[in-house]
């Protein structure tokens, strides 16, 4: 079941009714049916949640949207926009690594994992947590998007400022609720080839991010990826 994988204790505490709740079930048949016609499905099981475990709720201090998990073999691991250190950075993280040097000067990393960000309190969050191999989109409106939803929710009610990134108008749709008297919102557009030169570049939204953490007592965030 989906509640048994890897997930920290503070959202399964958090998100126990949507775990519970009859989509929950309707979104594990699913994934047992594709499994059981031999389809391929990415992430692994056991990193469905892995943004979820590796970041606590409590620790949660930037939240980066994405949409879905990368469909090549090899690249999802349950991160959005991050791949293994052995996979070739995607044309969109290639951008932000590149806005990254622009901003606050940054060596380019030589890889796209991102779990050092995961692990500092950067919740990097698709808005579906599977697909499958070679089909972009192939499991969404089954369930992932009311789950992920939950998830914002729990961030947003947070007491702790938090600062949202919201890249493209899939993520700005998604976290429209989002309470701005108290969290910092970032829109820019996507970083994706096709939109980068429409305003994410330039867009100096890390700088923005550690300078309203550091302005309520947060502990900013180290975006070198080593």
Not at 132 to 140: N, R, S, V
Request: proline share 6%; net charge negative; glycine share 6%.
């Amino acid at each position: 079941m989906l509640k048994d994988l890897l997930i920290d204790e503070s959202w399964k505490t958090a998100l126990a009714a949507e775990f519970s709740a009859p989509y929950m079930v309707q979104l594990e048949d699913f994934l047992a049916a594709e499994k059981a016609q031999g389809k391929v499905i990415y992430p692994r099981e056991n990193e469905y949640f892995l943004a979820l475990n590796l970041t606590p709720l409590s620790d949660v201090r930037v939240v980066i949207l994405g949409q879905d998990p990368y469909h090549g073999e090899g690249q999802a691991h349950g991160l959005c926009f991050s791949v293994r250190p052995d996979v070739a950075p995607p044309p969109s993280l290639v951008n932000i690594y590149k806005e990254l040097k622009d901003d606050l000067g940054l060596a380019l990393p030589s890889h796209g994992f991102l779990e050092s960000w995961a692990r500092q309190g950067v919740l990097l969050l698709n808005s579906v947590l599977s697909v499958e191999q070679a089909k972009a989109a192939a499991h969404q409106k089954r369930g992932w998007e009311r789950f992920t939803d939950a998830v914002i929710q729990c961030v947003n009610a947070s007491d702790q400022p938090v600062v949202f990134m919201l890249w493209g108008a899939y993520a700005q749709k998604k976290a429209a609720f989002v309470d701005e008297t108290k969290h910092l919102v970032l829109r820019a557009p996507h970083p994706s080839p096709l939109s980068v030169y429409r305003g994410y570049f330039g867009c100096k939204h890390f700088s923005q991010a550690n300078a309203f953490l550091s302005q309520n007592g947060r502990n900013v965030i180290n975006w070198q990826v080593d």
